[in-house]
């Protein structure tokens, strides 16, 4: 089988600044990877790259097919669009549009919009009774799960979250903890930045940067409850 991932020497550099450094792994179709390590460690780096956001300086990143290292800006723009579902950890929702006419949003990025279908996914994520609720009108929580239903909208092949909890307390916490188990029981590829243990133990590996350096890949112990 060949992996839905593969990240091969990966490099990216800032000026003098090696924000990640040969990094190599795989992943393969409906994994829950975490991505850890202390801040600086490259994380955001890795992800943007992986979302075609940001260009490797060497190396090969092949996402389904595509090596997208190759990509020009047009041809990432659709990568993005067909390809990736990102949750970040700032929400990034647009203020002055409602949950549904956020997520139609990506609809439009994509494809044609459809507010039916649209409802569906706000539904899916338990905020049926916020379609028409604008970010403001939203706790953090209600606002990520408008994000996670935003990124799952175009059907993304990877699903890229970067600390998506960093800004929730406990109790929003171990909702999107909850929604991204489910994602996860529904056979999505997904690969989380956290610096949360809870998450981490949840995923199937955890990829930990060091300095930019792949410094290993642990498998969470078997006793997952
Ligand atoms: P993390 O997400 O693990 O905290 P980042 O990937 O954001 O780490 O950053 C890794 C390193 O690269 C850091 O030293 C950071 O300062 C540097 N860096 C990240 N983005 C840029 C940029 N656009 N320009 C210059 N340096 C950057
Ligand atoms: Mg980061």
Known sequence: MVPLV????????????????????????????????????????????????????????????????????????????????????????VPYLTALENVMLAQYFHSITDEKEAAQALGRVGLSDRLTHVPAELSGGEQQRVAIA???????????????????????????????????????????VTHSQAIGNLADRRVELEHGRLARITVPSMAKE
């Open 6 to 93: 593969q990240v091969e020497k990966l490099e990216k550099r800032f000026g003098e600044v090696c924000a990640l450094d040969r990094v190599t792994f795989e992943v393969e179709a409906g994994e829950w990877i975490a991505i850890m390590g202390p801040s600086g460690s490259g994380k955001t780096t890795l992800i943007n790259i992986l979302g075609g956001l940001d260009h490797p300086s060497a190396g090969r990143v092949v996402v389904d097919g595509l090596e997208i290292g190759n990509l020009g800006e047009r041809e990432l723009t659709r990568y993005r669009a067909d390809k990736i579902g990102f949750v970040f950890q700032q929400f990034h929702l």
């Open 150 to 192: 935003r990124a799952l909208i175009n059907q993304p092949k990877v699903i890229l979250a970067d600390e998506p909890t960093g800004n929730l307390d406990e109790a929003n916490e171990a909702v999107v903890l909850k929604l991204l188990r489910e994602l996860h029981d529904a056979g999505h590829t997904i690969l989380v």
